[in-house]
């Protein structure tokens, strides 16, 4: 519970600074659907959520994936192109998914069966991914009519739009799988040390390409969500850097980019608190041409901030501040 202290304060110190803000707090049923600023917070912010959900586990292994976005992508192409063929959601759906499955393993193999560092490997993805994306639209924003596929990222059940459902689902099971499970335990210590992991008799390279799949699965799924909630699918743009926001909602949720333990509630807290922070950068009214500056100031803000050791030399030197003569008496101390 600790590990979620920082992310929770800086969370809602954010909502604290819209509190004069017309109707930011306010929440509305309309049609028997749930409208409001936060629900829309929950709402754009679950495509970020669920990839930020596949790259926990992949930087618990020690990994990182940078191909997430261009993933993204590639889902949304490939279904919208689909659908716009003539093909039925369904089908339209798993072949998105399943080519993002394949990718992941690809990423996977990679890193675990031929060795190469985790940020090159998904470079490469990332790189040719956003060409295969643009390859499979011919470099068009493919517009599509589909009421069925509309549901997947603008649709609502249950009086909260879909998108929010699907990621308390994608988060449960996730939940459930490291959690109540011993996946969870066997991807920290592949994190935390593989090669004793692999003496202890671990199949690390098998947890590897898991982590990597997943990952991309997650990044399937919110490439349909975002080409779902638009309907059409834009191969240049879609999911644009959106694997960077997932990395710092990860390190802002407490996760250790060396690996090792994970916190599933701190990574939805930290992509929360991306999302918060960028509708209230324009609430606000912060000018356009420097939102993203402003984002990074109050991003490398809150990094500080739940930085342990950050925190430990402030206080240090603030004690010393408000007590000058302190320091100097244990320097007499010490050579007495």
Partial sequence: MRRLLWPAVVLALLLLVNVFTPNFFSIQVRDGHLYGTLIDILRFGAPLILVSLG?????????????????????????????????????????????????????????????????????????????????????????????????????????????????????????????????????????GNAEASRLAGIRARGIIIMVYAFAALCAGVAGLMISSNVSSADGNNAGLWIELDAILAVVIGGTALSGGRFSLGGTVLGALIIQTLTTTIYSIGVPPETTLLFKALVVTAVCLIQSPSFRAKAFRRRRRAVLPGAASEERVRVTT
Avoid: H
């Avoid at 759906?93 to 490997?121: C, E, K, R, T, Y």
């Avoid at 059940?157 to 996946?183: D, E, N, Y």
């Fill in 55 to 191: 790259m926990t586990l992949v930087i618990a292994t020690g990994g990182i994936d940078l191909s997430v976005g261009s993933v993204v992508a590639i889902s949304g192409a490939l279904a919208c192109l689909q659908i716009s063929e003539d093909a039925g959601v369904f089908t339209a759906v798993v072949l998105a998914l399943g080519l993002s499955l394949l990718l992941g393993a690809w990423n996977g193999f990679l890193v675990a069966g031929i060795g190469i560092q985790p940020i090159i490997a998904t470079l490469i993805l990332m790189v040719a991914g956003r060409g295969l994306a643009q390859l499979i639209t011919d470099g068009q924003i493919i517009t599509i009519n589909s009421p069925a596929y509309k549901v997947i990222g603008g649709g609502y059940w249950l009086t909260l739009p879909f998108g929010i459902l699907i990621v308390i689902g994608v988060l449960a099971i996730t939940a459930f799988l490291t959690r109540q499970l011993a996946l969870g335990m066997l991807i920290e210590s592949v994190g």
